[in-house]
Nanobody, 122 residues
């Protein structure tokens, strides 16, 4: 059973960058779709804004494609979300999940991390 842990969140100035990590233990991520989700405090979790596999990634919002980048390390244990040119609209708790379906719906993901908070403020 794969366990996930997000890290890399924190406080960043507007226009700054953060690199989030989704690290797996008890297995690798190579056999799973990996989704990234965001959730505002007190709100329901949104659908995945990015789905990644070993061959590529799909983005639900076109403008993110120019500012955010997905990569995987050579071991297949970690997925990285590079977030550039951050603004207040990006200030949320970020989660990663894994599943066997290519889906943006949270109900289709089997394993989750506990989240990492991103704060954008001057």
């Amino acid at each position: 059973q794969v366990q996930l842990a997000e890290s890399g969140g924190g406080l960043v100035q507007p226009g700054g960058s953060l690199r989030l990590s989704c690290a797996a233990s008890g297995g690798t991520l190579t056999g799973y779709a990996v989704g990234w989700f965001r959730q505002a405090p007190g709100k329901e979790r949104e659908d995945a804004f990015c789905l990644s596999s070993k061959t590529g990634a799909t983005w639900s919002e076109d403008y993110l494609k120019g500012r955010f980048t997905i990569s995987r390390d050579h071991t297949g244990n970690t997925v990285y979300l590079q977030m550039n040119n951050l603004g207040p609209e990006n200030a949320d708790i970020y989660y990663c999940g894994t599943g066997t379906l290519w889906s943006v719906k949270g109900r289709d993901f089997n394993y989750w991390g506990r989240g990492t908070r991103v704060t954008v403020a001057s």
